[in-house]
């Protein structure tokens, strides 16, 4: 499954496919990006960054494209589990100091 | 494990009284650690930067006389919440910069106030 548009905010994905969740940021000026996945009730969980001098990144079934160019963030990931079933956030950091400004937030559910 | 620890994770009180949040970092030193504002169905949204032995700076909006930060030590930040009043019924969320890591963040403090 993908979503598609800038700020959609539900995802549902069959469990096994891959999943993207597209996000857009606002300032050219970010040079430090991070997708966190935030269950009900808990904090924010790390997935995965990417700095700008980057345009792809690869984690543990994860991967995170930058594109600059557009100003674009992408998560994919790949063979969807019921657990991946969460609001996934991607985050930008424009000052350096890691005071991260947070997008609106994709909810991925996953059907079995 | 948990990096950055927060207690309570919920709590419930009236309104006018005051309530103090916890945040703590799991065996690092954390001198700069930020506090967020979850409102249901929405997006994390900074709320300010406590800075250990200085004073804590706070994003635009924020009452500094209603959300008193202290940071007294390398490991942990308070956040009070004075007078409080049914709309700071929040989901309050610290988190603290771990030294070549990202940003983490603690599992948060549902607090609601009747």
């Known amino acids: 499954g993908e979503s598609v548009g800038l700020h959609l905010p539900t995802l549902s994905v069959q469990e096994g496919d891959n999943s993207i969740i597209n996000c857009a940021y606002s300032?050219?000026?970010?040079?430090?990006f991070i997708w966190y996945k935030q269950e009900s009730g808990k904090g924010p969980q790390f997935i995965i960054d990417i700095r700008s001098n980057m345009d792809k990144r690869q984690g543990q079934r994860v991967t995170v494209l930058l594109n600059k160019t557009v100003k674009h963030l992408s998560l994919q990931i790949a063979a969807t589990q019921p657990g991946d079933s969460a609001v996934y956030f991607c985050?930008?950091?424009?000052?350096?100091?890691?005071?991260?400004?947070f997008g609106a937030g994709t909810t991925v559910t996953v059907r079995a | 494990g948990a990096v950055v620890s927060q207690h309570p994770s919920w709590v419930i009180c009236k309104s006018g009284t005051s309530v103090k949040i916890e945040c703590r970092s799991l065996d690092f030193q954390a001198t700069t650690m930020f506090w967020y504002r979850q409102f249901p169905k929405q997006s994390l949204m900074l709320m300010a930067t406590?800075?250990?032995?200085?004073?804590?700076?706070?994003e635009q909006g924020v009452e500094k006389d209603k959300f008193l930060i202290n940071h007294a030590s390398l490991t942990l930040s308070t956040l009070t919440v004075t007078s409080a009043h049914p709309e700071d019924s929040s989901f309050y969320i610290c988190s603290a910069f771990k030294s070549g890591g990202p940003l983490h963040f603690g599992n948060g403090t549902r607090l609601t106030v009747t």
């Open positions: 406590s800075n250990e032995g200085s004073k804590a700076t706070y």
């Open positions: 300032n050219s000026a970010s040079d430090y």
């Open positions: 985050a930008e950091n424009i000052r350096g100091d890691y005071k991260l400004s």
